[in-house]
């Protein structure tokens, strides 16, 4: 409710005026009064209603919040101090002494201190900091232990770090500043019948919000003064930036411009350039005050997205984090693809015969397989020639479904002993990409498996091992045909049961038994080998194996004799070493006598993709090693100009399914897929299920077409980029970055409108995002995208019109270390004009904090407790007139005493 003003300068105000409502019962005592048969004197009733009037009207003034509003001058300050890792030592000591020098002034008034950097931090009352600091004054003055002085920095030598992080800074992200929410949430905490004032102590250097802005919100509500706190005093060499150019042909030279600041001259130190993993550069640089440039000159041989990084080691340095920055160079040339071969030497058919094509090919062992989207994005298409999915990392098949899916990139993925089901793919990442399922139908005359999982329940095998280990089981049981039969057995100290040797006819039972095994005891091996030995013994089938997975080391037992056991039963034995602890030397021995593989699980989610591959490699059943013919399922373009009626023999393939929507082009003589691709997401993924070597085709490569073949497939999986007629340009400004598209219709040289933009984007942790870029301008396109991430960007732009394809290009975003480590002066400016804004005062000493304001604040006074006092007198004085008669009271004082008599 508005305040009432009073004629003498004062304001009243209720806060709950709804509870005005009860004077409504006014009426209601009048009426009382009347039909009322109490035979007082009128004036005692008349009394007492005017009594019970004003009684209703203090509790209904009472209730509904009766204040007094007058003007005060008291003060609420709020230090809003910078913590983030721009403020040196000296400046960290410099506010801490500011604000107990101000506070020695505060009187009367109230203050409290909010720490900030990239976010504000907890509002801390004000008598909590002081003591605070002066425990740490106490503590700064007394002795030091002998030997604990700050060693002096020697030149030529990079010095500890920054200094230590102040105690009210823990839980801030102190590689940014936020000045606007630092103001923000001041203003905001200040409680209200004070006049606000906020000290805002900074360098003056945001790297978010805009600071301006939310000066300008204040103005004429808060008023601000600014402390400008010195720059850093301590060595710093910082490596400002890495510039190039963002596309060169291939072969051509180019210049790389690094600019380097420091704060002090310095020659001991060197300058090394990287393109890529490899060292281009290493020189001597002499460094002096202030801006250094170093140009250099390039050339990139080979296509694709290269970063060009530079680095600084032996100068005098406080911040290590800004030595290094780098910028992304794409060289346009031939296609080029990344070959990876679980057998390098056997690649050279297929390298040779693309390389004939004009088609750049790379060849690396699976453990060369990339680890992230910046180096992959330098190849057009990945290759993957009898590859298991032991041999690849979770993040490895993770990056390569990123590249097909959300940045266009080509797969293909080729038959082999390892391959496919075989190389353990079954419900992988990399599966979901292929055109086929690793799993299939079992023929019936392939040979009966019986199968014994033998897993590690001990306590330490807990929480996630646990559950991959229960995944791996449900994977395996899954892969097996009805004519199989499959049995877990469990082990800690003792056997547990899980399932008994089971017929797969019935593979719900297996699975739901399964999802009962939890951690839990010791770990005792010997007696569950021996138990799935007599299991497996009794068993009827023509193969059987056994899969031993633990994960630390067991009490003592006869393993080997148990293995060779095994294995003079025609038993086989695969063991699974999870994590460093496990005795991978006995695992490694018992899989030799058990003619088994042994395999290393350093990450637990590795284990379904090897139970997978022992399942299927174990059943003998996913080869078809008969020769035949490829068959034309589907006449397509890509294939048009080869005479494949006249190809030779292939010698074998993996056995798979086709997934619904994927195209087969080829197959074999059975009817399974030998060649089959399909679109996933926006690249093409490409199956073919023979080799192509001297195992499965030997008699293909000495077929004319063979080069021809595979170029022409290869040309069709490539990543396909059309860039012309449009131009990106992305500009950065703190953690966020505007990316634009300037687009002209080749045709006719017009600007492009009306098309639909999308933007994926994919951040260095292989985040995902798609985002629309509406048209700003004729033929322009733009939207706004966080980059707070350090590391390389992937942005994949991609135009339609009338549903009609346009066009789709690839650009990569270098974000190097956080700018709240580079070196800038103190922004006086900036300060200068947060002050002017909001009317307060720039550069103001600590006595003008607390300075007498020129402004008041209304503040309340609730008149509550007294207007129940009050209410509580009119209520016994009214009780009192409706149980005493006053008439009579008075008529007793009027009778005379009796005469006395002699």
């Known amino acids: 409710m508005a305040p009432l003003s009073l004629p003498f300068q004062v304001q009243l105000e209720l806060t709950r005026p709804w509870w005005l409502l009860g004077l409504a019962v006014l009426p209601g005592l009048v009426y009382y009064f009347y039909r009322s048969l109490v035979d007082f004197a009128r004036w005692q009733r008349v009394l007492s209603l005017l009594l019970r009037g004003a009684l209703v009207v203090l509790l209904v003034l009472a209730l509904g919040g009766l204040s007094l509003i007058r003007p ?98 823990k839980g801030l992200d102190r590689k940014a500043t936020d000045l606007a929410s630092a103001l923000e949430v001041a203003a905001a905490a200040i409680p209200p019948f004070y006049v606000p004032r906020i000290v805002l102590i900074t360098d003056g250097n945001p790297t978010l919000g805009d600071a301006a802005r939310a000066a300008a919100a204040m103005r004429g509500k808060v008023e601000v003064l600014t402390v400008p706190l010195p720059r850093r005093t301590e060595p710093e060499v910082q490596l400002s930036s890495v510039s190039a150019p963002a596309q060169v042909l291939q072969g051509e030279p180019f210049r790389v411009e690094v600019l380097i600041d420091s704060n002090h001259a310095d020659d001991a130190g060197r300058i090394e350039v990287y393109r890529g993993d490899i060292k281009v550069a290493d020189q001597a640089v002499a460094l002096k005050t202030g801006e250094n440039r170093v140009v250099l000159k390039q050339t990139i041989d080979a296509g694709g997205l290269t970063p060009v990084t530079a680095r600084l080691r032996g100068y005098r340095d406080t911040l290590l984090d800004n030595n290094s920055d780098f910028a ?81 990139g080509g797969l293909i993925m080729l038959g082999g002993d390892q391959s496919f089901g075989l190389g353990g793919y079954y419900k992988s990442s990399l599966e979901e990409i292929l055109p086929v399922r690793s799993d299939f139908e079992k023929e019936k005359e392939k040979p009966s498996l019986a199968m014994m999982l033998v897993i590690d329940k001990s306590g330490s095998m807990g929480g996630e091992k646990i559950e991959m280990a229960k995944e791996a089981a449900r994977a395996a049981v899954e892969l097996l045909g009805p004519s199989d039969k499959v049995g877990v057995l469990a082990f800690d100290g003792d056997n547990f049961w899980i399932s008994e040797l089971h017929p797969c006819t019935d593979m719900g039972f297996v699975l739901d038994r399964i999802a009962g095994l939890e951690a839990g005891g010791g770990t005792s091996m010997a007696p569950a080998m021996e138990e799935a030995y007599d299991t497996l013994k ?71 993709q090897i139970f997978a591959k022992e399942t299927v490699t174990a059943s003998k059943s996913a080869i078809n090693e008969q020769p035949f013919s490829p068959a034309v399922v589907r006449p397509t373009q890509v294939l048009s100009e080869l005479k494949l009626e006249e190809a030779p023999f292939l010698l074998g393939y993996v056995i798979t399914r086709p997934k619904p929507t994927a195209e087969v082009i ?121 980059t707070s991430r350090q590391g390389t960007y992937q942005l994949m732009f991609s135009q339609t019109r009338d549903s009609q394809f346009l066009g789709r290009q690839t650009r990569g975003l270098a974000i190097g270390y956080p700018d709240e480590l580079r070196l800038r002066p103190t922004d006086q400016e900036l300060l200068k004009s947060i002050a002017a804004t909001t009317g307060g005062r720039s550069e103001a000493p600590p006595d003008a904090v607390f300075a007498p304001p020129e402004r008041t604040a209304p503040r309340a006074v609730p008149l509550w407790p007294y207007l129940a006092v009050a209410a509580a007198f009119l209520f016994v004085l009214d009780v009192a007139l409706r149980r005493v008669d006053l008439t009579l009271l008075g008529a007793r004082r009027r009778i005379p005493l009796p005469a006395r008599t002699g």
């Open 72 to 169: 005060t001058r008291e003060l609420f300050v709020i230090f809003a101090v910078d913590r983030s890792e721009s403020i040196g030592e000296p400046g960290i000591k410099a506010a801490d002494e500011y604000v107990s020098k101000a506070a020695e002034h505060a009187g009367h008034n109230q203050f409290a201190v909010l720490p900030f950097a990239g976010s504000p931090g907890k509002l801390r009352d004000g008598a909590e900091v002081l003591k605070d600091l002066e425990e740490a004054a106490r503590a700064a003055r007394e002795p030091k232990p002998a030997g604990s002085e700050k060693a002096v920095a020697t030149p030529g030598v990079q010095s500890g770090g920054p200094p230590p992080e102040p105690p009210d800074a």
């Open 328 to 408: 992304l160079v794409s060289a346009a040339g031939k296609p080029r693809v990344l070959l990876l071969e679980s057998e390098p030497d056997q690649a050279r058919h297929l390298s040779w015969a693309l390389e004939e094509q004009n088609i750049q090919v790379d060849v690396r062992p699976p453990r060369g397989a990339p680890e992230n989207l910046a180096e992959l994005q330098n190849y057009d298409l990945l290759v993957l020639s009898n590859v298991p999915a032991t041999s690849l990392s979770l993040r490895q098949m993770e990056v390569a479904r990123t590249y097909v899916r959300d940045l266009g």
């Open 538 to 608: 009794a068993a009827v089938a023509k193969l059987k194996h056994v899969i031993i997975l633990t994960d630390g080391i067991s009490s003592p037992g006869d393993f080997e004799g148990i293995a060779q056991a095994m294995s003079a039963d025609r038993i086989t034995v695969s063991t699974v070493a999870m994590g460093g602890d496990a005795d991978q030397n006995l695992l490694e021995e018992i899989a030799r006598i058990g003619r088994g593989r042994s395999y290393v699980a350093d990450d637990p989610a590795q284990v379904p």
């Open 666 to 786: 080829l197959a074999t003589e059975a009817g399974d897929p030998l060649l089959a691709w399909w679109r996933y997401g926006l690249g093409m993924s490409v199956a073919f299920t023979s080799d192509a070597k001297a195992r499965w085709a030997a008699e293909w490569i000495t077929w004319p077409q063979f080069g021809q073949f595979w170029a022409q497939v290869v040309r069709h999986a490539l990543r396909k980029s059309e860039t012309r007629g449009s131009l990106v340009q992305i500009e950065r400004s703190g953690r966020r970055a505007v990316v634009s598209i300037d687009a002209i219709e080749q045709a006719t040289g017009k600007f492009l409108n009306g098309a639909t933009t999308e933007l994926t984007l994919v951040d260095p942790a292989l985040g995902t995002r798609k985002i629309a870029m509406p048209q700003v301008a004729p033929g322009r396109y733009q939207a706004e995208v966080d």
